[in-house]
């Protein structure tokens, strides 16, 4: 667990979270090792839950499985969404080195809700705060989509 706790301390996404906050989520998460040179997951398969990388280095890449759209590393995190809204990867993960991921699954998070509502909460407010962070940082027709595609779901 002080492992767990160690990695998630690094996490971008938690970096308001108490250290009581981080050692309740590393004590709701599961470490999994990935080996260098294979897929961490693959897009269009369903998304377990929201992984922190603790260590090593995956490739994002497009569902066709083309040029490398983004890198992740230690204190990256991806799924997000998918912890709070179920769903499939919308890319694939290719772990470059050996990768150490810290994942909080969907079962986990729910049993949270319950069992530590303030701890999921504040993780849920983090998610939301980086998916707008997100947004404002995108560019051009993805900005434009992203805007669209939010301001639809409202009405």
């Known amino acids: 667990m002080s492992e767990h706790f160690a990695a998630l301390r690094k996490a971008q996404l938690l970096r308001d979270f108490t250290d009581v906050g981080v050692r309740i989520l590393a004590e709701a998460a599961q470490k999994r090792t990935v080996g260098r040179s294979t897929y961490a997951f693959r897009a269009g398969e369903p998304s377990n839950g929201l992984h922190f990388i603790a260590r090593g ?3 994002l890449l497009p569902r066709d499985g083309s040029q490398a759209i983004g890198e992740v590393t230690v ?3 991806l799924g997000g969404l998918s912890l709070l809204l179920g769903g499939e990867h919308l890319v694939s993960a290719f772990a470059t080195t050996d ?3 810290i994942t909080l699954a969907r079962p986990a998070f729910d049993a949270m809700k319950t069992q530590k509502p303030g701890a999921a909460t504040k993780l849920e407010l983090a998610l939301s705060r ?3 962070e997100r947004m404002r940082e995108a560019k051009g027709p993805l900005r434009e989509f992203l805007s669209w595609q939010v301001s639809k779901r409202a009405t």
């Open 57 to 59: 280095t995956l490739n």
């Open 75 to 77: 204190g990256d995190s």
């Open 99 to 101: 990768v150490e991921l």
């Open 130 to 132: 980086d998916l707008i």
